[in-house]
């Protein structure tokens, strides 16, 4: 379809009534140098003949987009009612949408026609009519960008001022939060306006501003380098004033999403727009520069430009009613715009424009959110990220009213309701730490949202504005957990979602501001346990002046964290001793396998399929140094993961549009409920999952995996292994690594090293075996195990572009061959060490004197493991089972894993049902005909927002046990000499753990 763009020409297709006249111009313009400029009388109107090219949506396409109409039309001057956009046969009207004048500059409509427009669109449809309001008299308007039909995601399309009545599902969708702020401009305040405003608020206000100036306007000596600099850029825009109007190059989101594909790269050329978060940004530096100089004719210059530019970004559309068609993540492009006209608002003031700003800042920044019922608030990472600061900003710059006062309160409210833990799948944070976006715990993201919220933390804090403990208390945890699961910096490569890059890392930044801003319960202005973990993960070279005030405070930084955390709403097990970490994690039918778009993770599918990483080498520690490296890297073999070996080509993902709930993207459900972790006394732990494949690729592939954690020992092991491909080996990876240098060696059974390159070996396991891998880490494999080595340069893909990777590594897994059936494996990894000390570890295996641990279970129902060492037996109960019998545990009614440790006359136990519960029984939509998962999007789950559910658990223990003290969820429902029953109550994945006393002599209850 044709874009009219009016550069040269009237089309021929383009007529208006005989009262007006139509022209082209070069006064105003939307890409290009000219529009089409029409004066208009009363009743006036245009008609385009033109084919329009609608076609309904067909059920099944591979894209969602949806047919619609777009235009940007110009306003010189604010009018009364609305154009009409009329579209049919000839005559005959098909359907209709109205576009509000009350505006002034340029404005946007993107409309789908068959959700959005009144009428029914007809596939012949060969007219459009333009009407003038009936309101209007003469006048003009200019009229630019016209495209009859384009595809659009049907996601995108934001309604505003001039469209209120567009895809207004889009208030409640999983974009909501960027697309919602029509619907966030009409809620009205919660609470009743105050009737004065204090001194002392009004203290509060200029302390939280002198805060807030703290953290954008650094002290800078202005130069004249500068001042050039910044003329270059002012005078790229082009902006001039002519003929009461401001010119200057269009400015644009990045994105073009209504741009038709196949002429997208031309119509940006043709544009000639800027970017609006160059824009953004510009207006940032002027203002740094402004308030920076005290030299007269700088502050002339740089006033003039800033002026200039906000001015033109106004007539652009970017202010108050107005979203540009879609404003979808535009927050990343327009978050310097609200610190930039804060530091300026005394000049906003004297030119006239503070309150039309104000109000711009209040609706790109969605600040109205902040009257949503807190029953219906949900946190988002994004906001956090890039508009938090603009809806605190928004505020900051009001006059000091009781108006003020209310808005900043319900700002307060709103962001601790947002902190607070948030039920079922909502973001942002949970109650184990893990942080949301994406429907999961997203590392990624949530380090952007650490960097924006803790700072506006800061601003508040120590004011009566402070959010509450609980939420404080829950940003806190979720903060600290990130330094867990992180060694130092980056975090493990599981947790990576799309990004399997393995450079992302955590911010020591966010540490420091949420130590400034106290602790939760707001007794203690330096939260000293969040101090020392920023100390920690600071490097030497990195000077920050809050660490010499708590040095002076006897605050030192903490010692490597060292322990085992749960994170069951990640499905995440952390263990760490000394400098090392190690992290197991898996997937179930409410959290996703893997992250994938269509130039992203295109090889991960196997990501999170059981994955064991460790995570110990380097300066500071990180990924590259223990193994990890993407050139080359085979996307079959994650650490710890069971797989079907499959060659690169058929790996990569078949990333589809499947609803109007997402894009193109892929994100994986399984059908099993049980995956997660459990830890006793914070120091050991363990992780077990029920893997099952998805059918788009693999359904037939499942197996059930556990690991045990004890102090430096993990005993892995596998049962169940099956699936139909009897075309690619079924695989356990024990580790896949980098070598810097082809000839750095590993071991095998053998004191001799192996530096051979390229080398591989594929050897039945008639007996026990070690070996030793290029990172420290020992493996000891029991007999009967089919094990193969390898040492090679690893042809791949990369994992966004599917361009050719090579790379030199070393590898080993076990082999269950093809097409397997009740496969299984064992094997135990010491970590942190030399030939000596895994030889001394197997051959210590050899006796049951000796052992440190023994398999007491391997079987579909259960794996459990006795450590012998900490005297603790742990056990993943894959299913109920009434007949356990081994150590002190007889039954259990649940599938769940649990961990006891004698000590004495004392049982030290911790358990746990991982099922999340979000919901019972199975989604028929999410199955076909045949009884086979289909792949649906997450977002268009109604139990994604669903409560866990409580569930009562029963565990039966040997002997008569009484509790050492009550506690909730817990109770004994019947003891006697040969048995005790104890209850818990199950709710959202979070381990029980508690102490049971001998009783010899109890009366039956």
Not at 307 to 325: E, I, K, N, P
Not at 863 to 886: G, N, P
Request: with cysteine; glycine share 6%; aromatic share 10%.
């Amino acid at each position: 379809m044709p874009i009219y763009s009016f550069e040269d020409s009237i089309p021929a297709c383009f007529a208006s009534d005989e009262h007006s006249c139509l022209s082209i111009s070069d006064l105003h313009y939307k890409d290009g140098a000219c529009s089409l400029k029409w004066d208009f009388a009363e009743h006036s109107f245009i008609t385009v003949r033109q084919p329009i090219g609608y076609r309904p949506f067909q059920k099944g396409s591979i894209s969602q987009a949806r047919d619609s109409f777009a235009v940007w039309i110009y306003n010189p001057v604010p009018r009364a009612g609305c154009l009409s956009f009329e579209f049919g046969r000839g005559d005959q009207i098909d359907c209709r949408f109205e576009f509000s004048l009350e505006y002034q500059g340029w404005r946007t409509a993107w409309v789908a026609f068959e959700r959005d427009m009144q009428g029914m669109p007809h596939p012949d449809m060969d007219t459009l009519t333009i009407r003038t309001p009936k309101e209007a008299a003469c006048g003009t308007l200019f009229i630019d960008q016209l495209m009859l039909n384009t595809p659009i995601d049907p996601r995108f399309h934001t309604r505003d001022f001039q469209a209120p009545f567009v895809n207004k599902g889009a208030d409640i969708s999983a974009n909501a939060h960027w697309l919602a702020l029509y619907a966030f401009e009409q809620l009205k305040p919660l609470s009743e306006l105050p009737l004065s405003i204090t001194r002392e608020q009004a203290d509060v206000h200029m302390r939280m501003n002198r805060r807030f100036e703290e953290l954008f306007c650094p002290k800078r000596v202005v130069t004249q380098e500068d001042m050039d600099r910044l003329q270059r850029r002012f005078d790229d825009y082009g902006i001039v004033r002519r003929e009461n109007a401001i010119l200057g190059r269009p400015i644009e989101l990045p994105f073009f999403d209504h741009f038709p594909p196949s002429q997208k790269a031309e119509l940006k050329v043709m544009a000639n727009s800027e970017m609006l978060s160059e824009i953004s940004q510009f207006l940032m530096d002027t203002a740094v520069c402004f308030r920076n100089t005290e030299q007269e004719r700088l502050q002339v210059k740089l006033r003039a430009m800033f002026l200039d530019t906000l001015d033109h970004l106004d007539d652009q559309g970017w202010t108050y009613g107005s979203s540009q068609g879609t404003v979808h993540h535009f927050g990343y492009n327009f978050r310097d715009y609200y610190p930039a006209v804060f530091l300026m608002r005394d000049l906003l003031k004297e030119a006239g424009r503070l309150e039309r700003t104000q109000r711009t800042m209040r609706w790109y920044s969605g600040a109205g959110r902040i009257h949503t019922p807190l029953a219906d608030v949900e946190g988002n990472i994004d906001i956090f990220n890039t508009t938090l600061h603009g809806m605190l900003a928004s505020l900051l710059i009001m006059d000091d009213t009781p108006e003020k006062v209310r808005e900043l309160l319900a700002f307060r409210d709103w962001l601790s309701q947002s902190l607070s833990p948030a039920r079922g799948l909502r973001a942002a944070y949970k109650i184990d730490g893990s942080a949301y976006h994406h429907v999961n715990h997203y590392p990624a993201y949530a380090v952007g949202g650490f960097q924006g919220v803790t700072p506006m933390m800061y601003v508040i804090s120590g004011t009566p504005y402070r959010v509450h403990e609980e939420a404080h208390g829950a940003l806190r945890k979720a903060l600290l957990a990130m330094r867990l699961y992180s060694n130092k910096r980056e975090w493990l490569l599981s947790l990576a979602a799309r990004h399997p890059t393995g450079k992302w890392a955590l911010d020591p930044e966010p540490f420091i501001y949420l130590a400034q801003s106290g602790t939760p319960d707001g007794t203690k202005e330096v939260d000293q346990e969040v101090a020392a973990a920023a100390m920690r993960l600071l490097e030497p070279c990195e000077h920050i002046e809050a660490v010499d005030r708590w040095l002076s405070m006897g605050i030192a930084p903490e010692p490597d964290p060292s322990g085992h955390w749960t994170m069951n709403y990640a499905a995440l097990a952390i263990h760490r001793r000394g400098s090392w970490l190690a992290g197991m994690r898996g997937h179930s039918r409410y959290l996703w396998a893997n992250e994938t778009y269509v130039n992203a993770n295109l090889y991960g599918r196997y990501i999170s399929h059981g994955h064991l990483q460790i995570l110990s080498h380097g300066e500071p520690i990180n990924n590259e140094d223990s193994g990890y490296r993407q050139e080359g890297w085979d996307w079959n073999r994650w650490p710890g993961t069971t797989t079907v070996h499959k060659p690169i080509e058929a790996l990569r993902s078949d990333v589809r549009n499947v609803d109007t709930f997402s894009g193109f993207e892929e994100m994986l459900l399984s059908d099993e409920t049980f995956a997660g972790g459990l830890h006793l006394e914070g120091r050991n732990g363990m992780f077990a999952m029920k893997l099952h494949e998805h059918p788009k690729y693999e359904g037939s592939h499942r197996a059930r995996k556990s690991a045990f954690f004890f102090d430096d020992r993990i005993i892995c092991l596998g049962t169940d292994i099956e699936n139909d491909n009897d075309v690619c080996p079924t695989e356990t990876t024990l580790f896949q690594a980098h070598l810097p240098d082809p000839g750095d060696p590993i071991w095998v059974n053998g004191a001799a090293p192996i530096s051979e390159f390229p080398y591989k070996e594929q050897v039945q396991l008639n007996s026990a075996a070690w070996m030793l891998d290029n990172k420290g880490n020992g493996y000891y494999l029991p007999a009967g195990q089919a094990l193969a080595v390898s040492r090679t340069t690893q042809h791949s893909k990369h994992q966004a572009t599917g361009a050719d990777t090579q790379g030199n590594f070393t590898a080993a897994w076990l082999e269950h061959g093809m097409a397997p059936k009740e496969g299984r494996y064992e094997y135990a990894i010491l970590v942190g060490a030399d030939c000596e000390a895994i030889e001394a570890f197997s051959l210590q295996m050899q006796s049951p004197e000796t052992a440190a641990y023994r398999v007491l279970r391997q079987d579909r129902s259960a794996h459990i493991v006795q450590d012998t060492r900490s005297q603790t037996i742990a056990y993943a109960l894959f299913e109920a089972d009434d007949a356990i019998h081994t150590g002190h545990l007889s039954a259990v009614d649940t599938p769940s894993m649990v961990m006891i440790r004698e000590e004495g006359d004392r049982l030290i136990v911790s358990a746990v049902d991982p099922d999340l519960r979000l919901y019972e029984g199975l989604e028929e939509d999410q199955y076909d005909e045949h009884g086979l998962q289909k792949e649906v999007s997450v977002y268009s789950r109604q139990w994604v927002h669903a409560e866990s559910m409580t569930h009562t658990m029963r565990m039966r223990l040997k002997g008569q046990w009484a509790a050492q003290k009550d506690m909730p969820g817990f109770r004994i429902v019947r003891c006697d000499i040969a048995s005790t029953v104890v209850e818990l109550a199950c709710k959202e994945a979070i381990p029980h753990e508690f102490v049971l006393l001998r009783a010899p002599r109890i009366a039956e209850v």
